[in-house]
Each structure stands twice: as structure tokens, then as C-alpha cells.
Nanobody, 129 residues
């Protein structure tokens, strides 16, 4: 059974950076799709980014509001995926979750009709001065 664990969140000043980690255990995810979601207080969860599980750097798809500021990448050897978050804004505050599905990545992976079957527990990112 694939298990995901996020880490790397914290308190960051506006304009700052943070890198989130999503580590997999229990199984591998070859030719799958990884997504990052976030849920801000009082708001619905939204998909922020998605990527191929085998090549996050060149397959990243991003929510419009984070394009140019967030970047995905992969360390296949460590079975870990990353979300680099730069130029952070207070509206980026929320709990960030990584999720996975055993389906080949497509560039439509942010669309709401896709179901992600495996979820981490989430990591809090707070952007505040």
C-alpha cells in the first residue's frame, strides 16, 4: 500500500520561500501522477500543482495563481517529490497535501474530475510577517 508523508512546511514571511517534501513508502509509483493540494482556512481544497511521478521537473502543471512561483521536481532514487514555493504571499497560507494516483500523467491532471487515491496527512504553510 502506497503511503505518503509530507514535510517542510512552516512559518514564512511574505516574499519568502519554502520547499515541501512528499516521501513515499510501502510501494513505488511508476508512471503515476502526483498532485499538490492546499486548503486555506474556511475555503475548499484546491489543486495547486500536478506532475508525472517519474519526472516532476518537466511535467509540472500549475494553478494560475502560483505559476512562475511554484516548481515541482522529483528524486526518483529516494521516491520523493518536491514543491518549491517562492515569492510566497499570505494567500498561499494553508495545509498542503500531496496525493497520488496510479495513472499516467496528462497535462490535464489539475482538472477536478481526476481522483487521487493516496493522500498524505498534510503540512501547514503559514505566510505571515
Amino acid at each position: 500500500q502506497l503511503q505518503l508523508v509530507e514535510s517542510g512546511g512552516g512559518l514564512v514571511p511574505p516574499g519568502g520561500s519554502v520547499r515541501l517534501f512528499c516521501a513515499a513508502s510501502g510501494s513505488t509509483l511508476d508512471h503515476g501522477t502526483i498532485a499538490w493540494f492546499r486548503q486555506a482556512p474556511g475555503k475548499e481544497r484546491e489543486a495547486v500543482s500536478c506532475m508525472s511521478s517519474s519526472d516532476g521537473a518537466s511535467t509540472g502543471i500549475y494553478l494560475d495563481s502560483v505559476k512562475g512561483r511554484f516548481t515541482t521536481s522529483t528524486d526518483k532514487a529516494d521516491n520523493t517529490w518536491y514543491l518549491q514555493m517562492d515569492s510566497l504571499k499570505p494567500e498561499d497560507t494553508g495545509i498542503y497535501y500531496c496525493a497520488a494516483r496510479r495513472a499516467i500523467w496528462t497535462n490535464t491532471c489539475l482538472r477536478p474530475q481526476y481522483t487521487y487515491n493516496y493522500w498524505g496527512q498534510g503540512t501547514q504553510v503559514t505566510v505571515s510577517s
